[in-house]
């Protein structure tokens, strides 16, 4: 059973920079397909960034530019680079797989000021 922890949330001015952390514990984890999650207030979880099964990337429109996602499958961490935030970018942010195999984690919140 996988467990994820995600970390390094905060309160940003836009135009501002986060870099978020997930830590992946347990057996099964693959950084395949590996992405990361936000939910606004009132809004439905939306996946904003994942791994593909060969190392590529893809990106939801509202993020593309801005957001990096990156991993280290030996330390089973996740990675996402924010730049450029935006008050539309407040969420909490979460780790899984596209599948949403894994128990979700707490998340971590980000609040992006104008």
């Known amino acids: 059973q996988v467990q994820l922890m995600e970390s390094g949330g905060g309160l940003v001015q836009a135009g501002g920079s986060l870099r978020l952390s997930c830590a992946a514990s347990?057996?099964?984890?693959?950084?395949?397909?590996m992405g990361w999650y936000r939910q606004a207030p009132g809004k439905q979880r939306e996946l904003v960034a994942h791994?593909?099964?060969?190392?590529?990337?893809n990106y939801a429109d509202s993020v593309k530019g801005r957001f990096t996602i990156s991993r280290d499958n030996a330390n089973k961490m996740l990675y996402l680079q924010m730049n450029s935030l935006k008050p539309e970018d407040t969420a909490v942010y979460y780790c899984?797989?596209?599948?949403?195999?894994?128990?979700w984690g707490q998340g971590t919140q980000v609040t992006v000021s104008s």
């Open positions: 899984n797989n596209i599948f949403q195999s894994f128990s």
């Open positions: 791994f593909t099964a060969f190392g590529g990337t």
């Open positions: 347990g057996s099964g984890f693959s950084g395949n397909f």
